[in-house]
């Protein structure tokens, strides 16, 4: 197979945790003869550096010819406690998923045994845990229409999100939920806050509809405050579940913490056009240049692109390549265990890279 990726590496911890990820897809691609070229572009704080927009239209261009995009994250403290910033590297980000209609982000929330104690849940409601959070990615408050702060017609300083969502984004995010339950323990969770919100009511409504075309599929709905709960309670019971942009947002990152892996969960985002493959964890700014962030979400994020394309061997051969190192100890220090030598970013993926060559 012929795959043209663009490299998106961002900013903090991302070009050296990109640089790891880059290695594995070359070392796999090899092995199984694929051809594979890359083609790097800018985005985020840098790229508002260099060119003063987070996502230029370079930038677009690259990733709309590409077949997938890696990306590794974005973000800089100095935008952090400044509201009033022009422009911020998240808008980037917002942007790559607008203009690549990216309404589809799937964010697997699983398990390593070795990493279970790591939970600030106890080990036995959190062993086995595993689900995928389907969160809609280009709707709801995030792109509805917004007033920015400023004073009203009374003389009193408001603003606001919309929270707007309609039949098809609903519709068709759905349809990736049941797709996905389908394919695994055939349980989907639809999660919304319809005793409150008319936009929940919809995606109520439309799935109730859309549940008689899946008989074999369990769909449930639940709130979003039960579910956050649900999720701390009894994280096993969720298969599937899907929700808007803001729940989601939100649960995924408690998913992320409560499996005690949030560096080793990657994620992907798909819609009509390149899909985009990217770990769940920030650009991590402290870490920067330290050589000492683990690169095992942005390797798996790996696997998951060679699965989209439906090339399970390779990505098959990433997953049981970080498994090897996890269970050979080769681990960055937030993860290592007591006494055994702590490994750096690019240790860890040179031993997964010479793992996969020796295969
Ligand atoms: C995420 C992040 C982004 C979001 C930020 C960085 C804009 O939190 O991908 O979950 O809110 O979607
Ligand atoms: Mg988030």
Redesign the pocket.
């Known amino acids: 197979m012929k795959l043209k990726i663009a490299v998106l590496a961002g900013d903090g911890i991302g070009p050296e945790i990109m640089q790891q990820g880059v290695a594995v897809l070359s070392a796999v691609a090899e092995k199984f003869g694929h051809e594979v070229t890359y083609k790097e572009a800018l985005c985020g704080a840098h790229a508002i550096d260099e060119v003063g927009d987070p996502f230029p239209e370079e930038t677009f261009r690259i990733c709309e010819e590409a077949d997938a995009v890696l990306f590794a994250s974005?973000?800089d403290p100095k935008f952090d406690n400044n509201p009033t910033a022009k422009v911020r590297p998240?808008q980037g980000?917002?942007a790559m998923?607008k203009k690549l209609g990216l309404y589809a982000?799937i964010r697997p929330v699983e398990t390593f045994e070795c990493l279970i104690h790591k939970s600030p849940l106890k080990d036995s409601l959190v062993r086995g845990a595993d689900f995928i959070c389907i969160?809609e990615?280009t709707g709801g408050m995030?792109f509805g229409q917004k007033q920015e702060p400023s004073v009203n017609a009374d003389g009193v300083e408001d603003a606001y999100d919309t929270n707007y969502y309609s039949r098809p984004e609903v519709e068709r995010i759905l349809k990736v939920g049941y797709q996905y339950a389908r394919q695994r323990r055939k349980h989907l969770t639809v999660v919304d806050k319809a005793n409150v919100l008319a936009s929940s009511r919809l995606w109520r409504k439309i799935a109730q509809e859309m549940a008689p075309q899946y008989p074999d599929v369990k769909t449930d709905f639940m709130y979003v405050d039960n579910a956050a709960m649900r999720m701390i309670q009894e994280p096993t019971f969720f298969d599937v579940m899907v929700t808007e942009?803001t729940f989601?947002?939100i649960l995924?990152?408690e998913g992320s913490v409560i499996t005690g892996s949030m560096g080793l969960l990657p994620s992907a985002s798909t819609g009509s056009s390149t899909p985009v493959f990217e770990p769940?964890h920030?650009s991590w700014p402290q870490g920067k240049g330290l050589n000492i962030a683990n690169p095992l979400a942005q390797i798996l994020s790996v696997a998951m692109l060679f699965e989209y394309f439906d090339l399970k061997k390779e990505g098959h051969l990433v997953r049981e390549a970080v498994n090897a190192s996890l269970d050979a100890n080769v681990r960055t220090p937030e993860i290592q265990v007591e006494g055994a030598p702590k490994y750096g970013t690019k240790e860890v993926g040179a031993w997964i890279v010479d793992y996969i060559n020796r295969k």
């Open positions: 974005v973000g998240e980000l917002l998923r982000n969160r990615l995030y942009n989601g947002d995924t990152d769940i920030g």
